[in-house]
Nanobody
Framework: QVQLVESGGGLVQAGGSLRLSCAAS????????MGWYRQAPGKQRELVAT???????NYANSVKGRFTISRDNAKKTVYLQMNTVNPEDTAVYYC?????????WGQGTQVTVSS
């Protein structure tokens, strides 16, 4: 199993930037595909971005060109750099770890974008 703890959320103005971090423990971090998901009020949880063990990335169309996911296997941490944010990015952001049939989640961090 993997334990995930997100940090870095908060209030940011539209057009600004924010960096989220997710620290993992209890496992061999490098073997997992890591991801960020988000859930806005009244909406389903949706994929934001993923990064595989080999560094291949995938992004939701809504964040392409604005958000960047990265990982530091030595620090067992995955990051989400959020640039040019807009109010539609307001949500709870969750860190995710996947391998085989196993999926682990963090507790989430709130991101609020003011207009």
């Amino acid at each position: 199993q993997v334990q995930l703890v997100e940090s870095g959320g908060g209030l940011v103005q539209a057009g600004g930037s924010l960096r989220l971090s997710c620290a993992a423990s209890g496992t061999i971090f490098g073997i997992y595909t890591m991801g960020w998901y988000r859930q806005a009020p009244g909406k389903q949880r949706e994929l934001v971005a993923t990064v595989t063990r080999n560094g291949n990335t995938n992004y939701a169309n809504s964040v392409k060109g604005r958000f960047t996911i990265s990982r530091d296997n030595a620090k067992k941490t995955v990051y989400l750099q959020m640039n040019t944010v807009n109010p539609e990015d307001t949500a709870v952001y969750y860190c995710n770890a996947q391998i085989g049939g196993y999926v682990g989640w963090g507790q989430g961090t709130q991101v609020t974008v003011s207009s």
